[in-house]
């Protein structure tokens, strides 16, 4: 029996270790999970996800649209040349955009993370936030504010391309519905000269009747249409995504603002207590001599 005591104890001693360990580990899991910001990590996903529909599907979107117009409505090169150039420089604006927001999501998900800790040590008074750091914030604040009002023109615009697929789609849905008694089919037309996509002379520059009901049916007009619609929405998640951004970066900014506020409140505090207590010392001495 007195052998295996020390076994017993070794064992309760060693639970004692697993269990301090467990609990260190968990802490330790509680403390790094505190300190993601997960309202930048929700804006940050939803910018990655909004830019990604938008870049992807509006790049092959074009590529769609500018072969339907070649091989439908503009079969000479030269009457649709400015429109190939416009549809290039898109696209390549559109690999700026994607390259653009992949970085600056990144540096506004490092923002959140610094000042979220940033914040809960300058209210624990583990140490202050600089001058330098607060006009960060700000500058992120004023630059995303700038962002937001271009996607808000992006968003726009990508809805005008809905606009004309779904005329078109509309229109060719009519003459395929059997209550819509078209006698003559031919007179039904989608002239895109109209829109300012292609000059006047361009030829033949219009669809009419079955020919306007085989272009619906075609691969291009369909992926197309969708695409738009897609892209149209990603610009959307990526507008609210900026305006997620904002108002996150403007409570963090408040935060610090005020944090740094308090801090100057309690060093004047302490400094006006530490007069006071000297104040308070010299005349109990003066007294006594």
């Given at each position: ?55 992807g599907c509006g790049h092959v979107a074009l590529t769609g649209t500018l072969t339907m117009l070649e ?75 700038i962002l937001g009002l271009a996607f808000l023109g992006i968003f726009g615009f990508s809805a005008i ?52 009901g085989d272009i619906c049916s075609t691969s291009e007009f369909y992926l197309s249409f969708h695409l ?62």
């Open positions: 029996m007195d052998g295996t005591k020390p076994v017993m104890e070794s064992t309760t001693e060693e639970n004692q270790e697993e269990r301090e360990e467990s609990k260190g580990c968990f802490e330790c899991c509680i403390k790094c999970l505190g300190g993601v910001p997960y309202a930048s990590l929700v804006a940050t996903i939803l910018c990655f996800s909004g830019v990604a529909l938008f870049c091989n439908h409505f503009s079969q000479i090169t030269t009457d649709h040349a400015t429109l190939t150039i416009v549809i290039q420089t898109m696209q390549y604006v559109i690999y700026g955009i994607a390259s653009f927001f992949f970085v600056y999501g990144i540096i506004l998900l490092a923002e959140g993370f610094y000042t979220t800790s940033a914040v809960k040590k300058e209210l624990q008074s583990q140490f202050k936030t600089t001058v330098c750091g607060r006009c960060i914030t700000a500058t992120f604040v004023f630059l995303t504010y391309p809905v606009f004309l697929f779904y005329n078109m789609w509309t229109t060719c849905a009519a003459m395929k519905s059997p209550m819509a008694n078209i006698t003559d089919p031919d007179t039904i037309c989608v002239d895109v000269r109209q829109y300012g996509i292609i000059p006047w002379n361009a030829t033949p520059g219009k669809a009419c009747g079955s020919t306007l738009y619609i897609v892209a149209c929405a990603g610009a959307g998640a990526t507008l609210i995504a900026l305006i997620h951004y904002l108002m996150i970066l403007s409570a963090n900014w408040a935060y610090l603002r005020s944090a740094c506020n308090q801090n100057e409140y309690q060093d004047i505090k302490t400094k006006d207590d530490d007069v006071e207590e000297g104040g308070s010392k010299e005349g109990l001495n003066s007294s006594y001599s």
